[in-house]
């Protein structure tokens, strides 16, 4: 990585960018044609690999990989596997991981912290990592709000999305969460544990995936809050009263039937009672008792839709495969209606805005701003974007134009704050807004509104 200083390449490495082979090489701590092993005692099987001068592990058949996770799921023929963890050195009997670990460790004790808080500082952000996997080998793993894990790390200009960076981060650091921290909402806890210990847990392999999460932005059931906030429930040998109460005092329209956390033995709503008894005046409970639908928290909003519009709920389970929440059409409504508002409100601050523009200003005073050279060939009004219109109103001499008895800077401040809003929205970013952005969207809607029509025309 020519050009870059001592220092840069440690922001760089700490703060968003997944550790790989070369770097180990780089760093001296692995060399070209190092041997490795994976073994696995249980089957007898030893498995090798050689490390190349380009940061790659030829398996001894010939097979050449970028990604130690990829060399052993090939070499052992298994659908996923962790292979930071895998791999040891023949020589040292050392970890991929724990080289990783010391480079990391290297490159945090060269840096001098220069950020104004923790949240931004990807020194503190390695200590905070570190002691997370420490406390992940010692089972104790940290808990932590998804609303709160996220502003530990900020968006860069760099590309990079907030996402990305956390999931890099937390590889590098040999953990994951559980569950996914992508596939739930805002307020669940998750905990911050090693690969190998989410595989136990849900009975799934683990791999360290190298950005394959990056095309995954989907919206699941998990984020929805009710997927995994709780789930009433009866037995099945209960009673038509006991359920029939449980309903009516807690403004349920069907409770789950489970024998335990994991086994769904089905659902009774009011009409499969009305049903039940209506068609044989003593039958007893289990006659309500109807299938229930169900799906995983991590899986896509759009593949339970179906069901949602046929039985109007679906359970839900978590990542230990447990009964943990339910989902009703209702709820989908809500959160459809919740991504939909930025959008509505984002069109109708694009088009107040340049309707102020194009009835105060020619077209050659923004185009003065906005298309000097004349390479994006702005012809009118409607080629103006959201970032046009703040650079004609941060200009001093346009903004004296409107009359405004408003302060420039605040206002651009918020324009500009905005844009990055609006950029979210409109490509499909997955990441979360700030809670206050529909309220500031509507603020600078009225203000607009207000303080328009006293502009020049």
């Known amino acids: 990585m020519a050009g870059e200083t001592d220092s840069q390449r440690s922001a760089y490495l700490l703060d968003g960018r997944r550790v790989i082979i070369s770097d180990l090489l780089e760093a001296g701590l692995l060399a070209k044609g190092d041997v490795l092993q994976f073994k696995r005692p249980r089957l007898r099987e030893t498995y090798r690999a050689v490390v190349t001068a380009s940061g790659t592990l030829t398996l001894d058949g010939g097979q050449e990989f970028g990604s130690p ?90 590309g990079s999305t907030l996402y990305q960076r956390i999931d890099a981060d937390l590889a590098n650091h040999g953990l994951t969460t559980s569950p996914g921290f992508r596939k739930v909402s805002m307020d669940t806890i998750v905990r911050l544990i090693t690969p190998a210990q989410d595989a136990e847990e849900t009975a799934h392999s683990s791999t360290d995936r190298a950005g394959d999460n990056d095309l995954d932005v989907g919206l699941t059931v998990g984020n929805l809050k009710s997927a995994l906030n709780g789930v009433a429930s009866i037995s099945p040998d209960a009673t038509f009263d006991e359920a029939i109460t449980l309903m009516l005092l807690n403004g349920y329209s069907q409770l789950a039937v489970l024998s335990g956390s994991h086994s769904l033995r089905g659902a009774v709503t009011w009409q499969s009672i009305a049903y039940a008894r209506n068609s044989k005046p003593h039958a007893n409970f289990a006659a309500a008792i109807i299938r229930a639908r169900e799906a995983r928290y991590d899986q896509e909003l759009v593949e339970i839709l179906p069901d949602l519009e046929t039985w109007d709920f679906v359970f839900v389970r978590n990542e230990k495969n447990e009964i943990a929440g339910i989902v009703t059409t209702a709820d ?49 009004f409607d080629d103006l974007d959201m970032g046009d219109y703040q650079r004609v109103l941060e200009n001093p001499e346009r903004w004296a134009k409107l009359g405004w008895p408003l302060d420039r800077a605040t206002f651009i401040k918020r324009l500009d704050d905005l844009r990055v809003i609006r950029n979210n929205v409109m490509h499909f970013n997955p990441e979360p807004l700030p809670e206050n952005a529909v309220e500031r969207l509507r603020y600078i809607l009225k203000l607009l509104r207000d303080f328009g029509g006293s502009s020049t025309s």
């Open 69 to 158: 996770s990829r060399a052993a799921v090939v070499a052992a023929d298994v659908k996923a596997l962790d292979g930071w963890h895998a791999w040891t050195t023949a020589k040292s009997g050392r970890s991929l991981d724990s080289l990783r670990q010391q480079l990391l460790e290297q490159t945090a004790a060269g840096e001098a912290a220069s950020a104004v808080s923790v949240q931004d500082d990807p020194h503190q952000r390695y200590e905070w990592l570190n002691e997370a996997r420490a406390r992940a080998d010692a089972r104790n793993p940290v808990r932590i709000s998804v609303r709160d894990l996220l502003p530990r790390w900020e968006a860069k200009a760099d």
């Open 332 to 380: 989908v409504v809500a959160k459809y209606r919740e991504l939909s508002t930025p959008f509505i409100l984002i069109g109708e601050l694009d088009q107040v805005l340049r309707r102020l523009i194009s009835r105060t200003f020619t077209l050659q005073e923004v185009t003065s701003l906005c298309d000097s050279d004349g390479s994006r060939a702005v012809k009118s």
